[in-house]
């Protein structure tokens, strides 16, 4: 099974200066998505801090890319990248094969669905 991950931000905290620079991020929070294609997907929302920035390579804030907040997020969540991703795994597994079911009474007439 392969699973493709996306990235949501949905909202950057900021310091409006900090050290002469504008606009410094200081927390993101995000939602990494994860599909396998065939319809089964599952996601994490979290919020990572990230590190004060070196003013040498500081972007600005109006500047970022996607990629380049990508590659900051990444940097900062570490191993916990890994561990988001064998969440989402888990939770696509679990739809396509899942360990328990809601079966309708044997009685009941053929069709009849009960929400669970």
Do not use: C, R
Not at 9 to 22: C, E, I, Y
Not at 79 to 96: D, R
Not at 104 to 113: E, F, K, R, T
């Amino acid at each position: 099974m392969t699973i493709t991950y996306t990235w949501d931000f949905l909202k950057f905290n900021a310091h409006p200066t900090l050290n002469s620079m504008n606009n410094v991020i200081y927390n993101v929070e995000f939602i990494l998505n994860g599909s396998d294609g065939e319809g089964h997907a599952a996601q994490v929302f979290n919020t990572v801090g990230l590190g004060e920035p070196d003013p040498a390579n500081f972007i600005e804030f109006s500047n970022l890319t996607t990629s380049t907040v990508i590659s900051m997020v990444t940097d900062a969540l570490g191993n916990n990248l890994a561990n988001y991703q064998a969440i989402i795994n888990s939770q696509i597994q679990s739809q396509i094969a899942p360990a328990t079911a809601s079966l309708a009474p044997p009685w009941q007439p053929s069709g009849l669905v009960f929400p669970e």
